[in-house]
């Protein structure tokens, strides 16, 4: 779905990514990590085009968003829900004003931000407090109107750049278990922290970073362990570095991080990375405990034969007005659209356990309303 294929980025004299790769598949939640200034938010910026990449090349899905223009930056965007950590809400206007704002802004029909407002206001569990002003609400529910106005739009892509930076633990769980749902309905997912107390109890993908640099790319929790450090063997400069190559880590052999030399940047980039301060940094690690292979090689653009979504997500449900409840058991059962949910008879709907016969009753009667 996402892909970043040798991306760089420069600002004067610093450099915030360096030949960075990696592909994010769609339906997938994936943490960016790292401290402060280790290029989380540039990525998300690259994403929204709201920075150009210095050199290399941004893929979503078939699209090389790189080289997008006026218009279709505008459609690339209402692809894309975006929550910030200082919830960017509008204090002049009310919670529905705020989500209907967007609806407005994207060209909605009145009657679908009519139906579309109140469905993701009881989504977020505030659908009490559509009258009340961003400054009457806590700092968790402002978070959660940003998450409701962010997927207003049916996104194929949620991006929260620190969301939980200004809540409490409470409150930041909450936003967590919100964004973990609104991926379980079918949404890709990519949260940006520099925190570690939440994934450490998730079973996430994580994408670590350092220095504008992916220093570790998981599917599962890397901080259950140390950081893995991988420092290559030194090479000719005069290698072509497109060529794979692969080293293998003896179980004896301590193991460093040092990625500055394990892709050399253009002679364009040169300059402009001598500028960076280097730092160097080295982990201990119990040498029982991995059993490491890894290569290194340049990416190349794949053949996009990736098949795109299908349908509408997350607020599709909302023209049956069903009650939560039995979306949510619908959505477990991975029907988690109209087109799949028509496919289904009434015996087809008795063998889904979790439903009841008044349940599968009102299904029904929703749906040969919504047909007529």
């Keep these: 779905m996402i892909e970043f294929v040798n991306v760089s980025k420069i600002y004067p004299g610093l450099v915030a990514l360096n030949n960075i790769n990696f592909e994010i598949d769609e339906g997938e939640f994936v943490f960016l990590t790292g401290a402060s200034g280790s290029g989380k938010t540039t990525i998300i910026k690259l994403i929204i085009k709201e920075e150009e990449p210095t050199e290399g090349h941004i893929y979503f899905y078939d699209t090389d968003i790189s080289k997008l223009k006026g218009s279709k930056i505008t459609q690339l965007r209402r692809e894309i829900g975006v929550v910030f950590q200082d919830f960017k809400l509008l204090q002049n206007k009310n919670l529905y004003e705020n989500i209907a704002f967007t609806l407005e802004v994207a060209g909605k029909k009145n009657k679908d931000i009519e139906e579309t407002v109140p469905y993701v206001l009881n989504l977020v569990g505030l659908d009490k407090r559509a009258e009340a002003f961003p400054d009457e609400i806590s700092g968790g529910e402002q978070q959660k109107i940003s998450i409701a106005r962010a997927i207003a739009n049916n996104p194929k892509l949620l991006i929260a750049d620190e969301p939980t930076g200004n ?8 936003i967590i278990n919100l964004l973990n749902k609104i991926n379980q309905w079918g949404t890709t997912v990519i949260m940006a922290t520099h925190g570690t107390d939440f994934i450490e109890k998730l079973d996430k993908r994580i994408i670590h970073l350092e220095n504008g640099q992916v220093v570790s790319d998981n599917k599962s929790n890397i ?6 450090k991988i420092k290559p063997q030194k090479t000719d400069t005069k290698m072509d570095i497109k060529n794979e190559q692969k080293i293998k880590e003896k179980p004896e052999d301590s193991i460093k991080v040092n990625l500055k030399d394990a892709k050399k940047v253009s002679p364009k980039l040169k300059s402009d ?3 960076q301060k280097e730092t160097k940094k080295s982990t201990d690690i119990n040498e029982k405990e991995f059993d490491i292979s890894f290569s290194i090689k340049q990416f190349q653009p794949r053949n996009k034969n990736s098949k795109k979504r299908t349908g ?3 607020v599709d449900l909302y023209k049956l007005n069903l009650p939560i409840k039995i979306e949510e058991i619908l959505i477990k059962e991975n029907i ?3 087109k799949k949910l028509k496919k289904l008879n009434s015996s087809d709907l008795v063998n889904i356990s979790s439903l009841n016969d008044k349940q599968i009753k009102v299904i029904t009667n929703k749906l040969e309303k919504y047909q007529k």
């Design 312 to 314: 509408k997500d997350v």
């Design 273 to 275: 990375i001598s500028t």
């Design 336 to 338: 988690n659209t109209l």
């Design 223 to 228: 901080f259950e362990k140390p950081i893995i």
């Design 167 to 174: 809540l409490d633990k409470k409150s930041s769980w909450e």
